[in-house]
């Protein structure tokens, strides 16, 4: 049950639409609407996603945000949220992303898995989650906020698909037995300096407990996760500011190198 109305929900979702398509700030919605709530957040993002489709777009994955410490700490937040990314977004590896499309992005690493079976919540867990993996595979998402100055709070945020943007999937895929996603390590480069660095454990303890959480949430919204379901579990570091000119390339131990060039 929402507070807003279906037609505010509309608006809310062709404002921030617009705001994406046309790469121009607008300021956080709840300033407008200072009650909404959860179900308004996520109500507004599954207009946005309804819009896409409408358009012919398709949806090629889901996100999970704001699941790693740095990027809480970064944001000033303290839970995850959820989103996801349609097939406009991606963008090939070693390839090139327009800025001029963008707003202010921020690039991040992202370590992937690829679903084989459905998962269902509620209870879902991490073994539930190793079960039905067919493969991992690494990426990096740019998250694009709408809102001026990247300054949001959390319904806002979901609201705003969590800030999706492009991504970039690349490296190799491998299969999930052959690694140790805690200990795995991830190096961000921005125009050959190390910039960024750590371990998938900064997510969550285990980037596989990002994907229970979001099985466990569409669970609740009586929704599961599908089979063959390409999954971003949330970006390890803090996300790094990029503009015109920068090449970006983030290494993950095992699993190869993603890179690519802001024009
Ligand atoms: O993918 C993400 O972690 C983004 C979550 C939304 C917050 C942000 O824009 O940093
Ligand atoms: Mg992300």
């Not at 963008?102 to 690829?114: G, N, Q, S």
């Not at 569409?218 to 015109?244: K, N, S, Y």
Request: hydrophobic share 45%; aromatic share 6%.
């Amino acid at each position: 049950m929402t507070t807003l109305d279906k037609s505010e929900i509309t608006r809310l979702a062709e404002l921030l639409e617009a705001a994406e398509l046309q790469a121009r700030d607008v300021t956080k919605i709840t300033d407008d609407y200072p009650g909404m709530d959860w179900s308004d957040a996520y109500a507004i993002q599954d207009e946005l996603r309804r819009l896409k489709e409408s358009r012919g777009h398709r949806i090629v994955g889901l996100k999970a945000g704001l699941t790693s410490f740095a990027k809480m700490k970064q944001m000033g937040v303290t839970s995850p949220v959820f989103g996801f990314v349609a097939d406009y977004m991606a963008r090939p590896d070693g390839g090139e992303i327009v800025t001029s499309e963008l707003i202010h992005p921020k690039v991040e690493a992202e370590i992937c898995i690829v679903t084989k079976a459905p998962l269902k919540g509620p209870g879902c867990h991490v073994a539930a989650v190793m079960a039905a993996t067919d493969f991992v595979i690494p990426a990096v998402e740019v998250i694009d906020s709408r809102y001026r100055d990247f300054k949001f709070d959390l319904k806002s945020v979901i609201a705003d698909n969590t800030s999706a943007s492009r991504f970039v999937i690349g490296g190799r895929m491998r299969e999930l037995a052959a690694l140790d996603l805690r200990t795995l390590g991830v190096v961000l480069e921005k125009n050959g300096e190390v910039v960024s660095m750590a371990a998938g454990a900064a997510v969550l303890g285990q980037p596989l407990a990002a994907v229970a959480m979001l099985a466990n949430h569409l669970g609740e919204r009586g929704q599961e996760i599908p089979a063959g379901t390409f999954i971003m579990t949330g970006g390890v570091t803090e996300a790094i500011a990029v503009e015109a000119g920068d090449s970006v390339a983030v290494r993950f131990q095992d699993l190869g190198t993603v890179s690519m060039r802001f024009v």
